[in-house]
């Protein structure tokens, strides 16, 4: 296949591909025309509740524990190791 042969071939491939894409952003406009909003968002309802705690938080803050290790992560490159140390051992902790 010579090269002008090959570049016929692709414009014909982007122009069949422009030619879907406006069809196929008309279709997306349609359908969000047609929607009925108010019905389609009381899907959505009660998705705001998963982000809550489920349960109830624990009584102390962190903000010290979180401080510390703050603080190890200033101490140069090991510090991320460190980091993921501390996390496991909290985690353990916490149970």
């Given at each position: 296949m010579t090269d002008e042969e090959l570049y016929a071939r692709?414009?014909?491939?982007?122009?069949?591909?422009?030619?879907?894409?406006?069809?196929?952003?008309?279709?997306r406009r349609e359908r969000v025309r047609e929607t009925e909003t108010p019905a389609r968002l009381h899907a959505f309802d009660g998705l705001a509740l998963f982000s809550l705690p489920r349960f109830s938080p624990p009584p102390t803050s962190d903000l010290i524990e979180r401080q510390r290790l703050?603080?190890?992560?200033?101490?140069?490159?090991?510090?991320?190791?460190?980091?993921?140390?501390?996390?496991?051992?909290?985690?353990?902790?916490?149970?």
């Open positions: 692709m414009k014909g491939y982007v122009m069949g591909w422009q030619g879907t894409g406006e069809y196929i952003e008309a279709e703050s603080a190890k992560l200033r101490t140069g490159a090991r510090g991320m190791i460190v980091l993921v140390h501390a996390a496991a051992q909290l985690q353990q902790h916490r149970g």
